[in-house]
């Protein structure tokens, strides 16, 4: 049995967000459709922002970012992507509030959930899968991924949830 339980807010080209939620702790990965969307469907699963510990971003697409920069007006999670990321998101949107913006360059811990970023192909500047562990489970979030990497290969291996 997984820890993770995992509800799709948004899936497709017009937006993309998931919640991966532990029953302690809940992490939202991209945040592709607009804030009011996303409060709504938050709490259309009994959850609200500020219940989120943390977000993490796949790459600068739209649909995958589309609602950030009123979110990080709104809102003080800490989002995590990497630097290139962080990079192209900005110069596409430079009316993004930077304070809570973060960079993840490998593992974190968050809580009780470890959580590792990982490079995928996709015709972004530096797309990320992520891998969240806790209590002996593993989640891999491997979205948008043209093929299997060694580096996808080894996310995906003995995952107890798998989303692609």
């Not at 459709?33 to 790459?59: M, P, Q, W, Y």
């Not at 990079?87 to 009316?95: D, G, H, M, Q």
């Not at 991924?145 to 995952?159: D, I, L, Y």
């Amino acid at each position: 049995m997984s820890a993770f339980k995992v509800t799709m807010l948004a899936s497709g080209s017009k937006g993309n967000s998931a919640l991966i939620s532990t029953g302690k702790q809940n992490f939202l990965i991209d945040v592709g459709i607009s804030c009011r969307k996303l409060t709504t469907r938050l709490n259309e699963v009994g959850l609200c922002v500020e219940d989120l510990d943390a977000i993490f971003i796949t790459h600068e697409h739209t649909d995958h970012v589309n609602g950030l920069a009123t979110f990080t007006k709104k809102y003080a999670v800490p989002i995590y992507s990497s630097e290139l990321t962080w990079r192209a998101i900005l110069t596409k949107e430079p009316k993004i509030e930077r304070r809570n913006c973060r960079i993840i360059g490998g593992a974190l811990r968050c809580g009780e959930v470890e959580v590792n970023s990982f490079e995928i192909p996709h015709d972004a500047i530096d797309p990320h899968g992520y891998v969240l562990k806790c209590n002996g489970s593993k989640c891999a979030y491997i979205t948008d991924t043209g093929f299997v990497t060694p580096a996808v290969r080894q996310a995906a291996e003995n995952a107890d949830t798998l989303i692609l």
